[in-house]
């Protein structure tokens, strides 16, 4: 057996690694990126060149990951500010009942195990977000944050 979930209308780049255990559904993923263990990318998500997404990742609908990208073992990502199981009236929400909050991890950027990212916000290039932080609001470039709610810890060196 495989032990991998990878729907027909996944576009896979080249050289694109997958590890087994993963659930891959209308997403796109760039060449040489590795995918490892236990992750879910979801539809309308998109995934750069030469990343790195580490096991037990959720990467939800509307998260797009540019170049480059870093992302820690057990990083979740979430794109609705405020939800629910349902409507008034009392029925399971479906798709049309809300809408997709998008996410942007711009091209370098790092993200430590075990943090969260909030919908609605932009990671900035070369940025560095710290294990365990939570991000509920646009992270710069070039800096490290950390915590709960992440906050800037300092900028990064220039090359």
């Given at each position: 057996?495989?032990y991998t979930?990878?729907a ?10 997958l590890?087994?255990?993963i659930?891959?559904?209308?997403c796109s ?7 490892g ?6 539809k309308?998500a998109t995934?750069?060149k030469?990343?790195?997404i580490?096991?037990?990742?959720f990467i ?9 990208v870093f992302?820690?073992?057990?990083v979740?990502?979430?794109?609705d500010t ?5 409507v ?8 049309e ?7 942007l991890?711009?091209?370098g950027a790092s993200?430590?195990s075990?943090a969260?990212?909030l919908?609605?916000?932009?990671i ?5 977000v710290?294990?365990?932080?939570v991000?509920t ?5 070039n800096?490290i944050?950390?915590?709960?709610p ?7 060196p220039k090359?």
């Amino acid at each position: 057996m495989d032990y991998t979930c990878i729907a027909e209308d996944v576009q896979l780049g080249q050289n694109v690694k997958l590890s087994k255990f993963i659930n891959l559904y209308g997403c796109s993923i760039g060449d040489n990126t590795k995918i490892g263990s236990f992750v879910e990318i979801q539809k309308n998500a998109t995934i750069g060149k030469n990343c790195k997404i580490s096991s037990h990742t959720f990467i939800c609908e509307g998260v797009h990951i540019e170049d480059d990208v870093f992302i820690g073992h057990s990083v979740t990502f979430i794109n609705d500010t405020f939800p629910r199981a349902t409507v008034p009236g009392g029925k399971l929400q479906t798709e049309e009942d809300w809408q997709v909050e998008r996410t942007l991890v711009s091209k370098g950027a790092s993200i430590g195990s075990g943090a969260t990212i909030l919908s609605d916000v932009t990671i900035g290039e070369n940025s560095i977000v710290g294990a365990g932080s939570v991000v509920t609001k646009d992270v710069p470039p070039n800096v490290i944050v950390v915590g709960n709610p992440a906050k800037i810890l300092r900028a990064l060196p220039k090359e």
